[in-house]
């Protein structure tokens, strides 16, 4: 039987994550997910893949919102009364213009000198109306792209197996900032193919692979760069078609609803694994796709050869639907 075995919010989108036993899952994902960003004086979103001390900022928001600690090695603890009604200011995350609500020059200060470059944080807007890519369409705070990022511990513990073989160390989940960890499942990868998905009351539909990049290769406690592991390793069995290597997946929320460690997770949909398919065609090269073809990150640091076997899982469940490729959107 699989079950949610961890769950973390990061609440500060790039920062350390916020461990939680128990949370709301709200259309944007776990709540407070990615619901602040620190941006350059241009309000460009920082990000680990160009300052990787990020990584040693520690947030923690309280339950309902209206405070935010940060806490860092050598910068002591800042509480930041967080503001929701301020100036908006524009906003620039993968290219794409959005607004912030800036919090204030007393907070700008403090991570400029964490991350020794000038920087503000903004906090997600209410109005804020992002909609998400993929096969099914969502929305999120100022993620990468999709509301909520799942991995289950067989993905996890194959890839340590494969490190192992390369003489290299095993590597800690947090490396992969998940949400949502899952264990249970036999095969690796089969969050590839779980489709529909119910886990506590929340209900989440698949949305697209997880195309990792170069924040894999940080030491979340130290923010040093370490690579080239995992990126090598996985190019070796897990490149997609699209390019790039995926690990994970993302989804959107159907239903939002709350969600616990040591929740049952069951699986209505399944489909087929878009490890191997290209963007625009079908499984078995078969036209017909309406997948988008953005992938959520840069600085891949891997080539774009083509892997044609895709990850296989347990079948479906008695009574459940199939999803028998891309291009189709999994409503209930």
């Not at 960890?181 to 969050?191: K, Q, S």
């Not at 992938?295 to 009574?319: E, I, K, M, S």
Request: glycine share 12%.
């Amino acid at each position: 039987m699989a079950r949610v075995v961890e769950l973390v919010t990061y609440p500060v989108k790039g920062c350390a994550g916020m461990p939680v036993r128990d949370t709301a899952v709200t259309s944007a994902g776990l709540a407070h997910d990615r619901g602040f960003m620190v941006v350059d004086e241009d309000g460009r979103y920082r990000t680990q893949r160009r300052n990787p001390l990020l990584a040693t900022i520690r947030p923690v928001v309280g339950d309902d919102g209206r405070l935010l600690t940060l806490d860092a090695p050598g910068a002591g603890t800042l509480a930041v009364p967080v503001d929701t009604e301020g100036v908006r200011r524009p906003v620039v995350l993968f290219g794409a213009a959005y607004r912030g609500i800036d919090q204030g020059d007393t907070v700008a200060a403090w991570l400029s000198g964490v991350l020794r470059a000038p920087s503000r944080l903004v906090r997600v807007p209410p109005e804020h109306d992002r909609v998400t890519d993929g096969r099914t369409p969502g929305t999120s705070g100022y993620a990468d792209s999709c509301a909520l990022h799942l991995l289950s511990r067989a993905s996890l513990e194959l890839l340590d197996r494969k490190l192992a073989e390369r003489g290299a160390a095993p590597l800690p989940v947090g490396r992969f900032r998940p949400n949502v960890l899952v264990d249970g499942w036999d095969e690796p990868h089969t969050e590839d193919r779980a489709h529909l998905l119910t886990f506590g009351t929340a209900e989440l539909a698949y949305a697209k692979l997880a195309i990792r990049c170069a924040v894999t290769m940080v030491r979340q406690e130290t923010g040093e760069r370490a690579g080239p592991e995992p990126l090598r390793t996985l190019a070796s069995y897990r490149r997609a078609a699209e390019g790039g290597v995926a690990f994970g997946t993302k989804l959107a929320v159907q239903r939002p609803g709350r969600v616990a460690v040591g929740d049952e997770v069951t699986v209505t949909v399944w489909g087929r694994s878009e490890l191997g398919v290209r963007p625009g065609r079908g499984p078995g090269g078969a036209p017909g796709s309406s997948r988008d073809t953005r992938t959520d990150v840069t600085d891949t640091a891997t080539d774009t050869a083509t892997d044609t076997g895709a990850a296989t899982g347990p079948g479906p469940a008695p009574g459940a639907r199939t999803a028998d490729g891309p291009g189709r959107t999994l409503t209930p």
